[in-house]
């Protein structure tokens, strides 16, 4: 089992729909979770924070699930500016000072109008 | 919020020399941090994980003599890809982060990338 596992895309969504994107972990140390979005040929910037409580931004809401080791991202009344691939980042502590950033493989996400 | 510099963000040589990529933090110190290769319409890959005054660490498959990392500072790092071929085409990219909690809350931040071209 891969450490860090995407849904597979693409996703094609007419513009205003609501889309989710789950990621799952094997690693159970697993810390911090984050989304990152990556536009074609630019680098990946961090969306959002992923918090046990979950958190919204906007029409962006992302849920952890420590007991079974997922976490998502719901985007609501999607734009065609929210096309872009979407990463999901775990990371944890390995010790003397050093983390451990595992990328899942991405999720391209197109919104159509 | 943090900044990651990295440059040069496009460059061109030919097969049998090296080029240095530089990955400078701009407002925060980074004890940690990543290159990761990107070829076209792939996930990113990441390389090497390096560390302020030690040896990086390589990913599985990945050269250490061919890819060289060197973390002399808190903000920066360099990679050197040495006797670049075709093959080694691709988008380089390098993070940074920022914090150094050990409940893991730290945010991590890229640099644009060097797209680097291997005639």
């Known amino acids: 089992r891969k450490e860090v596992e995407q849904d597979p895309g693409p996703f094609n969504v007419p513009e205003g729909a609501t889309v989710a994107f789950n990621c799952t972990y094997s690693?159970?140390?697993?810390?911090?979770f984050f989304w990152y979005r990556q536009d074609c040929r630019k680098e990946p910037k961090l969306l959002m924070s992923v918090y046990s409580s979950g958190n919204e931004d906007g029409r962006f809401t992302a849920q952890l699930n420590r007991a079974s080791q997922y976490i998502s991202l719901l985007i609501r009344d999607s734009k065609l500016s929210d096309s872009a691939t979407y990463l999901c980042?775990?990371?944890?502590?390995?010790?003397?000072?050093?983390?451990?950033?595992?990328f899942g493989k991405g999720t391209k996400l197109s919104v159509i109008p | 919020g943090a900044v990651v510099s990295q440059h040069p963000s496009w460059v061109i040589c030919k097969s049998g020399t090296s080029v240095k990529i530089e990955c400078r933090s701009l407002?925060?110190?980074?004890?940690?941090m990543f290159w990761y290769r990107q070829f076209p319409k792939q996930s990113l890959m990441l390389m090497a994980t390096?560390?302020?005054?030690?040896?990086?660490?390589?990913e599985q498959g990945v050269e250490k003599d061919k890819f060289l990392i060197n973390h002399a500072s808190l903000t920066l790092s360099t990679l050197t890809v040495t006797s670049a071929h075709p093959e080694d085409s691709s988008f380089y990219i390098c993070s940074a982060l920022e914090g150094q909690q050990a409940s893991g809350a730290n945010v991590l931040t890229f640099g644009a990338g060097s797209r680097l071209t291997v005639l």
């Open positions: 390096s560390n302020e005054g030690s040896k990086a660490t390589y």
């Open positions: 407002d925060f110190q980074a004890t940690t």
């Open positions: 690693n159970s140390a697993s810390q911090s």
């Open positions: 980042v775990v990371s944890r502590y390995s010790g003397a000072g050093s983390y451990q950033l595992t």
